[in-house]
């Protein structure tokens, strides 16, 4: 393990909420030197050492220059953030990459709800993993590494999660005079945002009811069905997919493929992300494709709900990069994905077009899967989540040693074959 107190941790924007004043805690605790750089009052709020944050004020053509003589003059050795995606954090990327600064990238787990995903370097499209194969993963695995677990079938912390973005957007919106050239990552402006997320989390009971209803009338229904998996349309993996330029792109041709290819009787589930805050009209969009394409009575649209429920009984899975489709993956379902994502693999993803997709979709190599997901819960899978208290609690015990490594954790393994996660029992 690297000397702690030779080690300067700059943290950048993180998760909505105490996540990362949390774990700079516990590495200054292990000796280390910790500060931040934040674009907003929330971020400002949220970091309680308040003598080592650092507020800045630039444009986004001044950040890389400003950030460059930041670490240089402050002897920062590492850096920190959450979502790989973000234009100041590709940034920070390409300025540690020229400086020989490790980075530590967070995301959220690409197994969720139980793991978060930490990486060095980059994550999801940029995660080093991507150029592991198959091969390398069996190779690198003890063969008596724990079995897999089952698929969990809820997104995770999901009122802590709406919570803390509200509260995020609300001080971030009290605060704004203070940081006038601030330009969120995405739309709507920070007052749009609170507005969203307190809409959400107030109508929470009754869409679970609605969603509970769409849900048990389709695993009622003897059509065979087939779900579309859709993302926040306003998410950076999504925006980074190279593909689609937006959600109507990439519905209308779902819709194209399914008329084209699908058989009469087999239906297509629209299924919305958990967190969709209305900021896109899905109804409106999938009503209009339906009418275009000859489809009425064929398409459904569910706003989010639990996602094991419905593909239990589904034929396939279509999405762009979200990672819900591992737990397409984990039942064996075929299907269609179209990258960038760490799934993205010939051995899982199908390379038919979507019209042969929905006719006759080709099945992932189940084999090579379970490799790859016990290949993930070795490396980059960390045990928590990062709003609930007591799934913070667990990251806060891991990843301190974590991040202290000289080696990340894909190399730990790679280089010494992992044995399996040890399981503690109660016993009285």
Request: glycine share 10%; hydrophobic share 40%.
């Amino acid at each position: 393990m690297s000397g702690a107190s030779t080690r300067h941790f700059l943290f950048l924007q993180g998760p909505h909420g105490p996540f990362f004043a949390g774990l700079s805690k516990r590495l200054r605790r292990a000796g280390a030197r910790t500060s931040r750089i934040g674009f907003n009052f929330g971020d400002q709020v949220f970091w309680r050492q308040q003598d080592t944050y650092h507020a800045y004020h630039g444009g986004h053509s001044d950040w890389p220059g400003w950030l460059t003589e930041f670490v240089e003059r402050n002897g920062v050795t590492d850096i920190v953030y959450y979502g790989a995606s973000r234009p100041i954090h590709k940034t920070a990327h390409d300025v540690a990459t020229r400086l020989g600064v490790k980075l530590h990238v967070f995301e959220e787990g690409y197994l969720r709800p139980y793991w978060v995903s930490y990486e060095r370097g980059g994550a999801n499209a940029t995660s080093p993993m991507r150029a592991l194969t198959i091969e390398d993963m069996r190779q690198a695995l003890d063969h008596g590494s724990a079995p897999l677990h089952r698929a969990p079938d809820r997104w995770g912390d999901m009122r802590a999660h709406v919570l803390w973005g509200a509260t995020y957007h609300a001080i971030l919106l009290a605060g704004r005079g203070k940081y006038p050239g601030f330009k969120p990552h995405r739309t709507p402006e920070p007052q749009g945002e609170f507005w969203l997320y307190l809409k959400h989390l107030l109508t929470m009971p009754l869409r679970r009811m609605q969603r509970w209803m769409a849900t048990i009338a389709i695993r009622l229904q003897t059509h065979p069905y087939h779900v579309v998996l859709l993302q926040l349309a306003h998410d950076a993996n999504f925006l980074d997919n190279g593909r689609f330029n937006s959600q109507s792109d990439f519905l209308h041709s779902v819709f194209d493929g399914f008329a084209r290819g699908a058989p009469a009787h087999h239906r297509l589930v629209i299924k919305a992300h958990p967190l969709e805050d209305g900021r896109e009209p899905l109804a409106p969009l999938v009503k209009s494709l339906t009418g275009e394409f000859g489809l009425h009575g064929r398409v459904c649209l569910l706003t989010g709900g639990k996602l094991a429920r419905l593909l239990d009984g589904a034929e396939s899975a279509v999405t762009v990069n979200s990672t819900a489709a591992e737990q397409v993956l984990w039942r064996g379902l075929p299907l269609k994905s179209f990258g960038p994502a760490a799934y993205h693999r010939p051995e899982f993803a199908s390379s038919q077009s979507l019209d042969k997709f929905f006719a006759s979709p080709s099945l992932p190599n189940t084999e090579a899967y379970e490799i790859y997901r016990r290949f993930l819960l070795a490396t980059s899978q960390t045990p928590g989540g990062f709003y609930g208290l007591r799934n913070r609690r667990k990251l806060y015990r891991k990843l301190p040693d974590l991040m202290l490594r000289a080696k990340d954790p894909y190399e730990t393994v790679l280089n010494r074959p992992a044995a399996g996660p040890q399981h503690l029992k109660v016993v009285s």
